[in-house]
């Protein structure tokens, strides 16, 4: 499943329409790849030799292509995550555009350390694109992945809500003194856009395999993986180390999530909930309970969400 070609002549050889549930891609960037360890003052001895930069004039037509093979493979309902810098982010964008794949999300990662910079604002922070292969309303996305419906931060706010806000700040990881590719996605970054956008047993790839970290997590998480490396160095290294990660070892690192106490959420309300739960509200609230405190007890009480107590409560709801 895992091919030294170049991907999108690989992906026509090798990958039938509609077979992938997960695609997750760090393109090249067109930005001199190739030669950007002087700009980032590290130690490149570690580095596996041969990465493969796309030209900044193929740009536009090099991501028509791989993103044309992407959206053909990618099954209906089908997820795929694109990881972009801004340099060369239009072309992708305007690729994304003339395909059938439709946007869910514009993500935002921040990451630590940008690349100093005294003239200009500090790039700290990538793109990830978002999108889904039609029909939308039937994608693989698990709300509850990371947290519960109920469970709150230590200000009070949702975990749930704030784990799935589209700004992500997750650091990048450093690996001094070990082997590795120029560039590569942390476990944690990865391991969020897979637990959200698949389940058990789908298939993962990625067309530009690189460190094969996408695979080494998807297969970590119970998944399968597929995909391309042009790099022969990388290639046959990362072969080797994908050897060594058994599926599903990286469930036992994740947190258990408890069961979720919402359990009425979005279900229509009737007139005779809508009289108990104002009922219950002016009785909490006589007793000197904070209206903040009263709409938590009646979210448990009642199985329902903060926001759709706090409307009934404020007179803003009708009964369907």
């Known amino acids: 499943m895992f091919y030294n070609e170049d991907c999108i002549s690989g992906a026509k050889s090798y990958l039938t329409d509609n077979s992938i549930d997960l695609i997750i891609c760090d393109p090249p ?17 570690n580095v596996i030799n041969g990465y493969v930069e796309v030209p900044e004039s193929k740009y536009s037509d090099f991501s028509k292509k791989w993103i044309n093979e992407a959206a053909r493979v990618l099954r209906p309902s089908g997820s795929f995550y694109i990881v972009s ?13 003339e395909s059938d794949l439709q946007e869910k999300n514009h993500i935002i990662w921040k990451y630590n350390f940008g690349v100093y910079t005294s003239k200009k604002y500090i790039s700290s922070h990538y793109h ?48 001094p003194g070990q082997v590795k590719n120029k560039n590569e996605l942390p476990k944690s970054l990865l391991t969020k856009m ?38 022969k160095n990388a290639f046959d290294y990362q072969i080797s180390e994908m050897e060594k990660i058994k599926t599903g070892e990286y469930m036992a690192d994740l947190r258990e999530v408890p069961v979720n106490k919402l359990i009425n959420k979005g279900k229509p309300l009737l007139n005779s909930e809508i009289s108990q739960i104002k009922g219950d509200f ?3 609230t006589k007793k000197g309970v904070t209206k903040k405190s009263a709409l938590d007890r009646l979210s448990s009480k009642y199985g329902r969400g903060y926001w759709s107590l706090l409307k009934i409560v404020d007179n803003n709801v009708i009964a369907k």
């Open 85 to 97: 810098g801004y340099s060369n982010l239009r072309h992708i964008l305007n690729a994304l555009a």
């Open 194 to 231: 897979i637990l959200y956008s698949s389940n058990p047993n789908d298939l993962v790839c990625d067309f530009f395999l690189g460190g094969f970290s996408t695979a080494k997590v998807a297969v970590g998480l119970g998944r399968q993986a597929c995909g391309f490396e042009i790099n």
């Open 282 to 284: 002016i009785l909490l």
């Open 128 to 175: 990830i694109l978002y999108y889904v292969k039609p029909p939308c309303n039937q994608a693989t996305f698990n709300t509850n992945a990371f947290f519960a419906d109920s469970e709150k931060s230590e200000n009070g706010g949702s975990l749930n809500y704030l784990d799935r806000e589209d700004v992500w700040i997750i650091n990048r990881e450093y690996k």
């Open 29 to 45: 960037y067109g930005i001199e790849g190739d030669k950007l360890d002087k700009h980032y003052n590290r130690d490149a001895s």
